[in-house]
């Protein structure tokens, strides 16, 4: 395949949007019709220890086509949008020189817009500022983030433990409130790739139907497992994969076999709930330019989007 585009610039496709929209398939469909690599673009997907309750494809799909950035981070470490973006470029890169299309497939929005804007250029956070901050109870850092970068508080939810913490330590530590920083985005890559993109939002009662259907394959198919696992580590439970939608309420359910179905409602509300802010992030903030799919996903229409974007990317 050639991977040059009428631009001059290598192609990148961009599949997004909420959680069991049908991402995965689309890029698959894509990856027969053309030479391509699939690269992760999901917050939890990154981790190994999160299989199967963060939806990663599994064995025979990563088989029909090279899989990038899926499980490469252990459980233990956090893994930032800025480490994720370092991740994909390489990822990107590798799959241009190989004659691959890369394909980005995810519902990170925050990850997309790294990569694509770039990010901001935060000096190193003062260690003993940062421990001080962390050690801080929710409630108290809200209150002094309030004093010290009013604007990110009022932004922010009061019980967000991880962004209240982040935006006080920049302050804290920079003199300068987090929106400064953020107003100047360096290393961006879009100015050197063609950016061809579909943004998945499919009828919302069909996409929370497959939210429950989607857990409850999950508990069918190994996730009390997974998640018993994930607890031996005994890992900080402020860690991204511990604070993972299903890991609290299936740890529950390890604990205490009779609510069950209490917790496993839980977890799909959640999910509904995440599915829903992932949905109105995409449909509201993501560039005109990428063409929307309203459309409940079955085999002829991601049939025909797998065409559209072939078609789309190598005529650009």
Not at 125 to 145: E, F, H, K, N, T
Not at 232 to 256: K, T, W, Y
Request: glycine content about 6%; some cysteine.
């Amino acid at each position: 395949m050639n991977i040059e585009t009428s631009s001059g610039k290598p192609p990148l496709v961009i599949i997004a949007g909420p959680t069991a929209s049908g991402k995965s398939a689309l890029a698959l469909a894509l990856s027969r019709l053309v030479p391509a690599t699939i690269i992760n673009a999901d917050a939890s997907q990154v981790y190994a220890d999160l299989r199967i309750l963060s939806a990663r494809p599994f064995p025979d799909e990563e088989a029909q086509a090279p899989h990038r950035l899926f499980g490469h981070i252990d459980g233990a470490e956090s893994c930032s949008a800025a480490h994720w973006a370092k991740d994909a470029k390489t990822a990107i890169t590798e799959a241009h020189k190989g004659g691959r299309l890369p394909v980005l497939v995810g519902g990170t929005g925050l990850y997309l817009r790294t990569l694509l804007d770039g990010i901001a250029p935060i000096p190193e956070i003062d260690p003993a500022i940062r421990q001080s901050v962390r050690a801080l109870d929710v409630a108290l850092a809200y209150a002094r983030l309030a004093d010290v970068d009013a604007d990110a508080a009022s932004r922010l939810n009061p019980n967000d433990t991880t962004r209240i913490a982040r935006a006080l330590e920049v302050a804290l530590s920079t003199g300068k409130p987090l929106s400064v920083w953020q107003d100047v985005k360096m290393g961006g890559l879009s100015p050197s790739v063609s950016v061809s993109a579909m943004i998945l939002l499919p009828p919302r009662d069909w996409l929370r139907a497959r939210c429950d259907a989607r857990f409850d394959a999950m508990l069918e198919n190994g996730a009390m497992e997974e998640v018993q696992a994930l607890l031996a580590r005994r890992l900080d439970a402020n860690l991204p994969v511990m604070r993972a939608i299903g890991v609290r309420e299936i740890a529950a359910m390890i604990s205490d076999p009779s609510c069950r179905a209490v917790m496993a409602e839980a977890a799909k509300a959640a999910t509904r709930q995440f599915a829903k802010r992932q949905y109105t992030w995409f449909r509201n903030q993501s560039p005109a330019a990428w063409e929307r799919s309203e459309g409940q996903l079955d085999d002829s229409l991601i049939n025909d989007l797998a065409i559209k974007l072939r078609n789309t990317t190598l005529t650009r």
